[in-house]
């Protein structure tokens, strides 16, 4: 097989395989191999369709090509001498079916509008699978809150007992971020999902190519309209890097927790052995190596969106060979994130949590302090500050009790007597009460078990419709790619 079919006329000279393999995209074109192919398929059924080439031309490229998408891309055409797949698909084709009809395959586009619009129908893949993985994720945590509703725990801020909170509270705060991230990518979709195939190499064609035809065959939503946009940017695919890299730091503090969780101070939870690894030299060790390695992974991910990032700055307008380098980023975001997720799902699934030990911590460092203070407004009229003055001062004191607090009133020039009022030490027992200091916090959104189950009732009827978004999108793409596919196969008959 040729290759050196795109180079041949204008330039001369042998390149070394360093060179080839410095200037070739082959690696990363793995992933956009079989999108190329619809693509070749729906750029020729709409060259037919517009009457650009003959029907002896598309009953000689099509079979080829219904072949490729059948078989797959045979391992010959990744071969960096080609410089990308682009290029050693149509030279496959040539080798097939002869110049005459192979060398029509390219008329009215370029590898330019080519290439974007592989990547965009390769992301698009990707980011419903993201959605998908996130879903499951999302519904684990859905589930545990379900059984947590009741199992109380420390709720911390600067990593201090702050208040206490349930573990359902915690795994319903990771849900709802999950859920934005959810949102996000299903937001970029949108973007994603427009065709930039007709722009040719910036400026479009002068033969009568019809852009609509092949956007709806390759299942897009619509156009990149301007064409010398639809070349250039690739905007879409930093905005779904920024969405992992938000997600992935999602990802990250979830591990940090279990990770943290899991110490011998603290031992909330247990993480399956599976999730573990231990020491060559120390055999007792259990350490959460999983969680570790998507913790770095999320540095990867950051890396993947900046490496694309700086690819596009400073790039002059149009297509700069510069945006080869940002495809690998794309692939290997997605990846990280990918696989991340999945580990995700089944750490937090096969995680046991020590609900005792959570119990045991969550009244400690006076984290009902918060609901005396309140009480000391509610029944005695109190500005907030002053309650919360008195409080702070006794707990420096090293107790919440009658006494304390009328010390602490004192020493702060508050008029005021607890123990005149009729304040009991059996009352403030009962305000610093874990459970009923939860059960108070009943807003939406709150840790209070009514607040809870209604939030859980809310987050399933999401789980649903968010999952019912990814069915239909799934199922306009796939009646897309059935239609052109029939719509080839007509043609060559
Ligand atoms: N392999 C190239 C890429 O990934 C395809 C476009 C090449 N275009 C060109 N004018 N050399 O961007």
């Not at 010398?228 to 969405?243: K, Y």
Request: hydrophobic fraction near 45%; include cysteine.
């Amino acid at each position: 097989m040729r290759t050196d079919v795109v180079r041949l006329g204008r330039l001369s000279g042998e390149r070394t395989g360093e060179m080839m393999h410095f200037l070739s995209s082959m690696r990363a074109d793995r992933c956009i191999a079989d999108a190329d192919v619809l693509v070749d398929i729906a750029h020729v059924v709409m060259l037919d369709k517009q009457k650009i080439i003959d029907r002896d031309i598309t009953k000689q490229l099509l079979p080829a090509l219904l072949e490729l998408q059948d078989e797959g891309v045979p391992e010959e055409v990744f071969d960096d001498r080609f410089e990308d797949i682009h290029a050693g698909i149509e030279a496959l084709l040539i080798e097939a079916v002869g110049a005459e009809a192979g060398g029509r395959m390219h008329m009215g586009r370029s590898r330019n509008d080519e290439v974007a619009t592989c990547i965009r129908i390769k992301l698009r893949d990707d980011v419903l699978k993201q959605m998908a993985a996130l879903l499951k994720v999302r519904e684990v945590l859905v589930a545990l809150a379900a059984q947590h509703i009741e199992s109380v725990m420390p709720g911390f801020t600067h990593m201090q007992h702050a208040q206490p909170t349930t573990l359902a509270h915690y795994l319903l705060a990771y849900e709802q971020a999950f859920s934005r991230d959810f949102d996000r990518l299903k937001e970029a979709y949108i973007r994603i999902n427009q065709s930039p195939l007709g722009a040719a190499a910036f400026a479009s064609t002068g033969y009568p190519i019809n852009r609509e035809l092949t956007a709806r065959f390759l299942g897009f939503d619509g156009l990149v309209t301007n064409t010398m946009d639809a070349v250039a940017t690739r905007d879409f695919a930093l905005e779904t890097l920024a969405d992992l890299s938000i997600l992935m730091a999602n990802v990250s503090r979830i591990c940090e927790d279990l990770i943290i969780w899991s110490t011998w101070f603290v031992k909330f939870v247990t993480l399956d052995d599976a999730f573990c690894s231990t020491s060559s030299i120390m055999p007792q060790k259990k350490n959460p190596d999983i969680a570790e390695i998507m913790r770095a992974k999320t540095g990867s991910v950051f890396g993947a969106y900046t490496g694309a990032l700086l690819t596009v700055k400073g790039l002059p307008m149009s297509y700069n060979r510069d945006l080869q380098e940002l495809t690998p980023n794309i692939w290997r975001g997605m990846r990280d994130a990918k696989e991340s997720l999945r580990m995700l799902v089944d750490m937090l699934s096969s995680a046991t949590f020590d609900t005792a030990r959570m119990r045991e911590e969550s009244g400690k460092n006076f984290s009902t302090a918060t609901e005396l203070a309140d009480t000391l407004v509610r029944s005695y009229g109190l500005a907030f500050r002053t309650a919360h003055n008195i409080v702070g001062r006794a707990v420096q004191k090293g107790y919440l009790n009658l006494e304390t607090l009328d010390t602490a009133a004192q020493e702060l020039g508050v008029e005021i007597s607890f123990a005149e009022k009729g304040l009991t030490q059996d009352k403030i027992n009962a305000v610093l009460d874990v459970d009923s200091s939860l059960a108070l916090r009943k807003a939406p959104g709150g840790p209070a078990p009514l607040a809870t189950k209604i939030a859980i009732e809310e987050r399933k009827k999401q789980l649903d419709t968010d999952s019912v978004l990814i069915d239909e999108r799934l199922a306009k793409l796939s009646k897309a790619r059935d239609d052109l596919i029939a719509e080839a196969r007509r043609l060559v008959v």
